[in-house]
């Protein structure tokens, strides 16, 4: 079967004697690569470059004729963020956590970070304007106000970390349920997951809200991670999507400490295998050192306290807080161990590939440079036994894979790492080779009609490593792990459309004036910020 | 005339964006909101020394030459040197700075920034340690204990305090601009005595009132918002502070970790630490942990007095240690408007915030050593392109002699010390002013620089200037590369 490609697109055919061609008999043909979640850019992540400097020491890349130099591993500068992910056939990328008044920010560098086209979500789950309008019960002006934001900041779906967690850290304090008030807001992070559910419907955005539950990284916490989905059950409509529970792994936990700690895979496996409303992305731990990085302040404070090492916290103004801490995960540890093996249960366990997306929620559970190895511990028992007889004792007898059987094929393999996450964000051109898809292809030197990846898992991994050949928008921008052509790569971001826009009076300048430190004016994302814009319209239904 | 409102003020590191611009006949003529210093930048930024044209020198003395002769004479300089050195950024755009970058990269040379003269301590401690910080909003919105230590914002960042802290009104706290109305009242009452003392006594000395009291002042205990100030000396800041702490000069480190001793519940078997009582430190101890919110500033009063990375880690790690009991943050008061966003784009495009060194093709960071000062002193750069700044004057002395020693290319506004030791001198728009560009705030928040009216005849924007460099020394390579082949 041949993939024709003209200007940008796949073509039903070309003009075959005038077309360059691509040899890939007995290699795997793929759309490129998407990942729905990995913290690449902003102000958190370029805190956490600037955090650890031994990071980058051993791991660096030297300038080209073709590319920039930059540093690498955890949090790699930008440049080399776009090579990497280039290399291992990933064209499109989605920075998953930016504070709005930092929005900015986080846009310089994603034009900064080349080969793939990326996307960013604003943190909107303890805005004031949110909590306020919530409170009120006024769904339809909250709606508004979120048009406005997602609008202003070009930003691209509506993302909520520990919902009402955040606003009372600022104050040092948290949330420890789903039905907890927050300080002086008098609302649930029930209230603001259904509110901001009900406006992710209304506004006809194309990916559904992108939730970091509360409790995240606590013992126990599956049982609010049950609660959260459970909340928007009744949202849900015609099997449609409504809500997508991130780095799902880090709320999974069962027992009531650490000594205790279980996996709580099986149970939200079983919930989401009964429900339709629900995707996940995994989260999956990888045992190495790592940078951790979320805007959930109170869990990264709690990590520090636990690990001891250094940290890094950040409150934004009637917005959001985040925190960094550098982490080492541990395969002798129990608690680590355990973490290992629910992420790798969750997909697993999971059993429509459509629903789970492969993420290591970079670099929070470890760096996106090791994707390979998880998809060869989804495609293969072996590999994920070779892991088994490393890790802590007491960890492995506990663990549910070596009950579990079920080996991924490269179709599915295909769907985790990009058809899924594709049509999970709404990206309709991406995730598939059909004719009118970007061009965006990555083609891997292994030969699916022979291979068996079961055993051999090793050359899998190694093919995933670095694509034959990445194709981005037609063009062939890396070939063998070299890269061939610098290319920018588009920012794509939600024009929403309203009906009735909210207006800028001279009131809602001095309550801006009130809420921050910056003027109305000097706060929205202008278009010009963006190298490569790309909008995408959307009617909203208010 | 036009009203243009909502512009950034390219001052100070506070980058106030309400700054409300007059314009008549392409001239700025009114300034509102601003402080003195942003008022004289905004008033005056025409009539300083500008240069018009871009200059070189031939036999010892500046000629006027075309941008095309400058850019060539520069990216000439540059490509032939071995070691060159890039210098300055702090007071420019990130644009620009990111043009510097790749140009830095393209060169092998060495980029560093004005951090590692104010700032630069600071960051290595936090990267040793983590820092607890914030925006400023929230500490407006929240904090009502605010600590500033070794640094006077009354007069360095002049808006510091009334948009951000202690005068500021948030959601959850109030200004606490009235009580210090009343102190002021009670101070120029007190001056109007002591001077009336002195005419009766017939005294020519100034009159010395009674040495004050060595315990916490009554303000220290009152209801809402608390301002503490510690300096080595009694500063604008300290006076209009509910409660002064005179710390010995140099002793700021035995200061902090008394108090971080306090905090953890040590006992302290002096009498006194840093010319301060046990009892008063016990005092400000139970202040900070008993406060809601709680914020340290500190400035180069800290980061560059004896002992200056020990200094920054004693701070940072007492601020730590206070988020066990209570909420805490800290910050440092950076002072050119941009030495931020400086910093940011430095790490996003190669991991390292100043310093960095491309010599070997890739980013190399070790301050002390890839540190221009340290080049400079060990005489390793063959020449150096300086934006923005002025090292000739700021610079110890044997280290700007070396500076000017080799080729010298000067990217500035005006005729500065270092512009007058230049071989090269491009004029360039005051950005902010003149052209339009991004800086960030000392709590990391983005804002956009206005262009407000024209840059004189000719004159281009830094990032636009290094551009063309970039460009001319690509060409140049090129060119190379191939009588090579
Ligand atoms: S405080 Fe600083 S930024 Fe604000 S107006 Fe004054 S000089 Fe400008
Ligand atoms: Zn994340």
């Given at each position: 079967m041949d993939i024709a490609i003209k200007d940008g697109k796949i073509v039903e055919r070309v003009d075959e004697l005038r077309a360059r061609k691509i040899y890939a008999s007995g290699m795997i043909v793929m759309p490129g690569g998407v990942d729905i979640?990995?913290?690449?850019?902003?102000s958190e992540v370029n805190t956490g470059r600037l955090l650890r400097p031994e990071d980058h020491f051993r791991d660096f890349e030297r300038k080209t004729p073709k590319t920039r130099s930059g540093v690498g591993y955890s949090v790699p500068s930008t440049f080399t963020t776009g090579y990497r992910y280039a290399r291992m056939g990933y064209t499109t990328i989605m920075n998953?956590?930016?504070p709005p008044l930092e929005a900015k920010h986080t846009h310089e560098e994603l034009n900064d970070t080349p080969m793939v086209d990326k996307g960013t979500y604003p943190?909107?789950?303890?805005w004031w304007f949110v909590l306020e309008y919530l409170k009120k019960g006024e769904i339809e002006e909250c709606a508004r106000y979120v048009a406005w934001m997602i609008t202003s900041t070009k930003g691209y779906a509506i993302k909520i970390v520990n919902p009402g967690g955040l606003e009372a850290w600022g104050s040092g304090g948290n949330v420890g349920?789903?039905?907890d008030q927050v300080p002086y807001f008098g609302i649930t992070p029930r209230e603001i997951v259904r509110g901001l559910c009900k406006v992710n419907k209304l506004l006809n955005l194309?990916?559904?809200?992108?939730v970091h539950t509360n409790?995240?990284?606590?013992?126990?916490?599956y049982l609010t991670a049950l609660d959260t989905m459970k909340c928007v059950e009744d949202l849900a409509?015609?099997?449609?999507?409504?809500?997508h529970i991130t780095h799902c792994q880090f709320s999974a936990f069962k027992g009531s400490d650490w000594r205790t700690l279980k996996s709580g895979a099986e149970e939200i496996a079983r919930y989401v295998n009964n429900h339709s409303h629900v995707t996940l992305d995994m989260g999956q731990v990888i045992f190495t050192d790592t940078t951790t990085m979320t805007a959930d302040g109170p869990f990264q404070y709690t990590l520090h306290e636990l690990s001891g090492n250094k940290w890094v916290n950040h409150d934004v103004e009637t917005e959001t807080s985040s925190g960094i801490v550098p982490f080492r995960y541990r395969r002798k540890s129990y608690v680590h161990a355990i973490q290992w093996s629910i992420g790798l249960e969750l997909a697993l366990l999971i059993?429509?590939?459509?629903?789970i997306f492969m993420t290591t929620d970079h670099p929070n559970?470890?760096?996106?440079?090791?994707y390979p190895r998880i998809m060869a511990w989804l495609m293969s028992r072996k590999a994920r036994e070779a892991v088994l007889n490393r890790i802590n004792r007491r960890a492995r007898n506990r663990s549910l894979l070596p009950s579990i059987d079920r080996e991924l094929g490269f179709y599915e393999i295909a769907i985790v790492t990009r058809a899924g996450q594709a049509k999970a964000l709404g990206l309709?051109?991406?995730?598939h080779l059909g004719?009118?898809?970007?061009?965006?292809v990555a083609i891997y030197n292994v030969n699916p009609e022979t291979i068996d990846p079961s055993r051999k898992y090793k050359t899998v991994r190694k093919a995933f490593r670095q694509a034959a050949y990445t194709v981005k928008g037609g063009e062939t921008v890396a070939k063998n792990g070299e890269i061939l052509k610098h290319v920018k790569g588009t920012t794509m971001w939600l024009d929403v459309q309203v009906s009735e826009p909210i207006k800028i009076t001279e009131e809602m300048k001095r309550r801006f004036r009130e809420y921050w430190t910056v003027e109305y004016e000097n706060y929205p994302v202008t278009?010009?910020?963006?190298?490569?814009s790309h909008p995408i319209t959307v009617k909203a239904n208010v | 005339m036009a009203v243009v409102k909502a512009v950034t003020c390219?001052?100070?590191?506070?980058?106030?964006?309400?700054i409300e611009l007059t314009i008549r006949n392409g001239k700025i003529v009114k300034v509102k909101n601003g402080c003195a210093m942003c008022e004289s930048k905004f008033l005056s930024h025409k009539n300083?020394?500008?240069?018009?044209k871009p200059l070189i020198r031939k036999n010892g003395e500046f000629v006027e030459v075309s941008l095309e002769e400058a850019t060539r004479k520069a990216a000439e300089i540059l490509t032939k040197a071995n070691y060159p050195i890039l210098y300055g950024?702090?007071?420019?755009s990130c644009e620009a700075t990111r043009v510097g970058l790749e140009l830095a990269e393209e060169i092998g040379g060495v980029i560093d920034n004005t951090a590692v003269v104010c700032h630069g301590p600071s960051i290595l401690s936090i990267q040793d340690v983590g820092i607890s910080s914030c925006t400023l909003g929230q500490i407006r919105h929240r904090a009502d204990l605010v600590v500033y230590w070794g640094s006077n914002p009354w007069s360095a960042h002049p808006r510091h305090i009334e948009r951000y802290t202690a005068f500021s009104e948030g959601r959850f706290q109030k200004s606490a601009w009235k009580g210090y109305l009343t102190k002021v009242k009670a101070s120029a009452a007190k001056k109007k005595i002591e001077s009336a003392l002195r005419r009766v006594l017939f005294r020519k000395k100034a009159f010395v009132s009674?040495?004050?009291?060595?315990g916490p002042p009554p303000?220290?205990?009152?209801?809402g918002r608390k301002l503490i100030v510690v300096d080595v000396r009694k500063t604008r800041s300290a006076e209009i502070s509910d409660c002064f702490l005179q710390v010995e000069p140099n002793k700021d480190y035995e200061l902090l970790q008394a108090l971080r001793a306090l905090i953890n519940e040590q006992e302290i078997?002096?009498?006194?630490v840093a010319g301060i009582p046990v009892e008063y430190l016990e005092e400000i101890a139970d202040l900070m942990i008993g406060c809601n919110f709680g914020v340290l500033f500190f400035g180069v009063g800290l980061s560059m007095s004896k002992g200056k990375l020990r200094n920054v880690d004693a701070a940072l790690s007492l601020v730590r240690d206070l988020n066990m009991r209570t909420k805490f943050v800290i910050m440092p008061m950076r002072g050119h408007f941009n030495v931020t966003g400086v910093d940011t784009v430095f790490t996003w495009q190669t991991?390292?915030?100043?310093?960095?060194?491309?010599?070997?093709g890739y980013p190399r960071y070790n301050p002390g050593e890839t540190s221009v000062v340290d080049i400079l002193l060990r005489g390793e750069s063959d020449a150096a392109l300086i934006v923005a700044s002025d090292p000739v004057a700021s610079f110890p002395k044997k280290v700007a002699e070396q500076l000017v020693k080799n080729p010298l290319i000067v990217i500035d506004p005006h005729m500065s010390a270092t512009t007058r030791m230049a071989d090269v001198v491009f004029p360039s728009a005051f950005v902010g002013i003149e052209a339009s560009g991004t800086a960030y705030r000392m709590d990391h928040v983005p804002l956009p620089l206005k262009k407000v009216v024209n840059p004189p005849n000719g004159v281009l924007p830094d990032e636009e200037i290094l551009k063309r460099i970039l460009v001319e020394v690509k060409k140049l390579k090129e060119k190379r590369l191939v009588e090579a082949a």
């Open positions: 979640h990995c913290h690449i850019a902003g998953p956590s930016m943190l909107l789950g303890d349920s789903i039905d194309p990916h559904t809200i992108h409790n995240l990284g606590k013992p126990g916490n409509s015609e099997d449609k999507p409504a809500i059993k429509d590939p459509w629903k559970a470890g760096p996106f440079i090791f309709k051109n991406k995730g004719v009118g898809a970007d061009a965006d278009e010009k910020y963006l190298e490569v | 390219p001052v100070c590191g506070c980058l106030c964006d309400d300083e020394h500008r240069i018009l950024w702090s007071s420019t009674p040495k004050p009291r060595k303000t220290l205990f009152k209801e078997d002096v009498d006194e991991g390292y915030p100043y310093a960095v060194d491309f010599s070997l």
